[in-house]
């Protein structure tokens, strides 16, 4: 083993040199000081800003994605009340339009028959008159026979010409 004046010979140890190494140390101490001072706080409040800046975007996005998620809900659910409400109303028009193309058909059926029978009233008032006419004009047709037969006796021949002009007659006054 060696001495301890064998190893410390002049300053130095081992081969290294006590001298430098101290005033290292204490630079570095300094230097540690310095930096714990002067830049180790503002790094770290830097970091911790950014650490709470980074926290706070997180928090908005998840916050802004749970209320698009809402909002997508909200909007589905009003899209499904809306096409509800369309087809009620679209099957309620459809109900109206077929009510009231009923009532049109049936109104038309009862018009119809209404004119039917007006026509059909008119028809035998005018079958009635033209009956009563042509009685009256028999009548007096057979009025007027009468007192030509009675005015001359008449042969087969005269009967003959004589109903000739009677139908003759008749068929001029029509």
Known sequence: MQSF???YAGGVIWGFHV?????QLLFFAILLFLVRKFAWGPVMNMMK???EYVANEIEAAEKSRIEAEKSAKAAAEQLKQTKMEAQKIIEDAKTAGIKQEQDII???RQEADRIKKAAQAEI??????ALQALQDQVASLSVLIASKVIEKELSAQDQEKLINEYIKEVGEER
């Open 106 to 108: 049936e109104s038309a």
């Open 5 to 7: 004046a064998t190893i």
């Open 124 to 129: 035998q008032n005018e079958k009635e008159k």
């Open 49 to 51: 800003k950014r650490e």
């Open 19 to 23: 001298g430098d190494m101290l005033y």
